[in-house]
């Protein structure tokens, strides 16, 4: 019986509630996911630079640059380019959204979202990836 993949998800968001709760979520979940926090696009940098990630995780609304600019500049890397990028936000104008499916953002989870919710944008990144 094969194991399954190891998953590594990095979380991008301001909030250290929303942080920890998905970094709880997952852990209790599933062994096989790993969460990798960042508080802004600035550590998202950095923790991209040391480690590969396969779902990404980023809030729109944070100090500095928006999710949206961040996730459409990972889309121009060679790297990035096809990583699953799932945009969370409480506050979306209709042209956020249509530049974010525009630009290759896999999904939107619209704050605030259930537990329920993220492991199913979660699994069906999986799924499609794997």
Same mark, same amino acid.
């Given at each position: 019986?094969?194991?399954?993949?190891? %998953? $590594?998800?990095?979380?991008?968001?301001?909030?250290? +509630?929303?942080?920890?709760?998905?970094?709880?979520?997952?852990?209790?979940?599933?062994?096989?996911?790993?969460?990798?926090?960042?508080?802004?696009?600035?550590?998202?940098?950095? +923790?991209?630079? $040391?480690?590969?990630?396969?779902?990404?995780? %980023?809030?729109?609304?944070?100090?500095?640059?928006?999710?949206?600019?961040?996730?459409?500049?990972?889309?121009?890397? $060679? +790297?990035?380019?096809?990583?699953?990028?799932?945009?969370?936000?409480?506050?979306?104008?209709?042209?956020?959204?249509?530049?974010?499916?525009?630009?290759?953002?896999?999904?939107?989870?619209?704050?605030?979202?259930?537990?329920?919710?993220?492991?199913?944008? %979660?699994?069906?990144?999986?799924? +499609?990836?794997?």
């Amino acid at each position: 019986m094969s194991k399954a993949p190891k %998953i $590594n998800i990095l979380v991008v968001d301001d909030d250290a +509630k929303v942080r920890e709760l998905i970094q709880t979520f997952f852990s209790i979940k599933s062994e096989e996911i790993t969460c990798v926090m960042a508080a802004d696009t600035q550590q998202a940098v950095l +923790k991209m630079s $040391n480690q590969d990630f396969d779902i990404i995780l %980023i809030d729109n609304v944070m100090p500095g640059r928006t999710g949206i600019d961040y996730a459409l500049s990972l889309r121009k890397s $060679n +790297k990035y380019a096809r990583t699953p990028i799932i945009l969370m936000s409480g506050a979306l104008q209709q042209d956020d959204v249509l530049r974010a499916m525009e630009g290759g953002l896999k999904d939107i989870l619209v704050k605030p979202f259930s537990l329920k919710q993220l492991s199913d944008k %979660i699994a069906a990144c999986v799924k +499609k990836n794997h």
